[in-house]
């Protein structure tokens, strides 16, 4: 069984697909991290992260895995590198090379095969895994986001930056030629903006069990 989840950033896709794969018995995967692990194995080697040929010879060249919902490289865990500001900085730019989406895509339905994942990222339900079980948009006012966003980070930039940065990503994310945002045609759509993380879940499990009745 696939569940794919979309939808743009600042949703709760991620925290979402992880309790979920807890309350389900699911193996969690998100896409993303594939695209941080790329860039993180690549800044290990050079600082040249604007050379697209380089990039795309040190994703050939590394092992892609996934070990208890942690994405490994080469073997070794690297989930606690891949959210740095360094990695932030240039994984956007990663992953819209077509050649690496392919390959992360290929690695991603290696791992999903034979095995009842969840899933989530941008493009996960159009592109990834336009044949799962189950697909779910999540969407949220972009004001919301940025407050959320604001208040988990109060230290950090003010809400008028995060407000306009979140803006700016979900135009960039839906206008990307390859990998584009997008709400597939079957999608469940959840809209998340005045929900609690157990109200979602309650309604993804709610709309999984009315599917299976039918």
Same mark, same amino acid.
């Given at each position: 069984?696939?569940?794919?989840?979309?939808?743009?950033?600042?949703?709760?896709?991620?925290?979402?697909?992880?309790?979920?794969?807890?309350?389900?018995?699911?193996?969690?995967?998100?896409?993303?991290?594939?695209?941080?692990?790329?860039?993180?194995?690549?800044?290990?080697?050079?600082?040249?992260?604007?050379?697209?040929?380089?990039?795309?010879?040190?994703?050939?060249?590394?092992?892609?895995?996934?070990?208890?919902?942690?994405?490994?490289?080469?073997?070794?865990?690297?989930?606690?590198?891949?959210?740095?500001?360094?990695?932030?900085?240039?994984?956007?730019?990663?992953?819209?090379?077509? &050649?690496?989406?392919?390959?992360?895509?290929?690695?991603?339905? /290696? @791992? #999903? =095969?034979?095995?009842? !994942? %969840?899933?989530?990222?941008?493009?996960?339900?159009?592109?990834?895994?336009?044949?799962?079980?189950?697909?779910?948009?999540?969407?949220?006012?972009?004001?919301?986001?940025?407050?959320?966003?604001?208040?988990?980070?109060?230290?950090?930039?003010?809400?008028?930056?995060?407000?306009?940065?979140?803006?700016?990503?979900? &135009?960039?994310?839906?206008?990307?030629?390859?990998?584009?945002? /997008? @709400? #597939? =045609?079957?999608?469940? !759509? %959840?809209?998340?903006?005045?929900?609690?993380?157990?109200?979602?879940?309650?309604?993804?499990?709610?709309?999984?069990?009315?599917?299976?009745?039918?």
């Amino acid at each position: 069984m696939v569940i794919a989840i979309d939808g743009p950033a600042g949703v709760g896709k991620s925290t979402i697909a992880s309790l979920l794969a807890e309350k389900l018995n699911l193996y969690y995967l998100n896409s993303g991290s594939f695209y941080r692990a790329i860039t993180y194995a690549h800044q290990l080697k050079s600082n040249q992260l604007l050379d697209k040929e380089a990039v795309l010879k040190t994703a050939q060249e590394i092992e892609l895995s996934v070990k208890d919902s942690k994405v490994c490289l080469n073997g070794v865990d690297v989930e606690d590198k891949l959210h740095t500001s360094e990695v932030d900085k240039y994984v956007s730019q990663v992953s819209v090379d077509p &050649k690496i989406r392919e390959i992360v895509n290929k690695t991603i339905k /290696k @791992i #999903a =095969n034979g095995i009842d !994942i %969840i899933a989530e990222g941008r493009d996960i339900t159009t592109v990834v895994f336009p044949n799962a079980d189950f697909k779910f948009y999540f969407d949220a006012k972009a004001e919301i986001r940025a407050k959320r966003r604001f208040d988990q980070h109060p230290n950090g930039q003010n809400y008028e930056t995060i407000l306009s940065e979140i803006i700016k990503r979900d &135009k960039n994310d839906k206008e990307k030629p390859v990998g584009s945002l /997008k @709400i #597939a =045609n079957d999608a469940i !759509i %959840i809209d998340t903006s005045y929900l609690t993380i157990p109200q979602v879940c309650e309604k993804v499990i709610k709309a999984i069990k009315a599917q299976d009745m039918r």
